[in-house]
């Protein structure tokens, strides 16, 4: 076992915004700003990553002298954050508003006051920065980053960490509302804690924090009882009984959305529609028995 310090830029990346959402969740003024310093770290390696993945020498400063063994020992001076989105968008075609630049500038502004000067900010202030970071961040990844195997699990874990960061959750629900506002049926994420997985082409989506899964597990996350079963609209397996108060529930089906207070037929124990009992299709097959 070797004890050097090696990591991909992508890991690096990873790395430090992980470091950024522990350090939020701790919550301390000394964690805050621990917190931006990492957070601003860690946008700037993953802009460089999307850069490195279109052609490892954009992440030189001086093109012309780009060369493999400079790569590989690190020997070289890198971009700065303004020449990295510059790049990002003239050659590589990332399409960032001019709102977002203009944030991330503010963010890496306070950041470097923080590290070069004696710097006084509002906590709240500080909060607010940080979660317009991680919003255009998380963003950025979900859009720009090709290979998400590695990052998948990782994020996840960010999407933890940031669940009670109050300011972050607002700018993201703010972000996704046009979103959130044309779906018909929504349920509760149990990755991010909010009302935001639509099902999209049948399939569970969660818009906040961009988790997919089946119909089958929503289901089961979602059931009262855990028993699933035919759903009379899409005849799905996975419709279950919800509960929503003491009161008050229906059956809700995670594959087409539909819901309802259906009937339950005697003979089939299906779902159903109707209120005969047994149901029109038991009715069927009891008279082409005769
Ligand atoms: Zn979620
Ligand atoms: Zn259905
Ligand atoms: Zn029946």
New binding site residues.
Partial sequence: MSDRIKFNLLENAFDYLLSAAECVKKGTPRDNKYALLHLVAGIELLFKERLAQEHWSLIFNDIDNANRVALETGDFKGIDLDKTIKRLEGIVGVKLSKLAIDNIRKIRDLRNRIQHFAVNVELEQAQSMMAIGFNILLEFYHENIKDQSIGESIIGDI?LDLRHFQSFVDERLKAIKPQIEIEKYLFD?N????R??ALQNGKPY?L????ELDSESLAMDISEDGILQNCPHCEQMTCTWVLYNNDYGEYVCTSCGERGDYSICSRCQNLKLEEEDPCPDCWEQIMSKD
Wanted: proline share 0%; with cysteine; net charge positive.
């Fill in positions: 999407y994420c990755r991010c804690l909010n935001t997985i969660c906040f924090c961009r988790y």
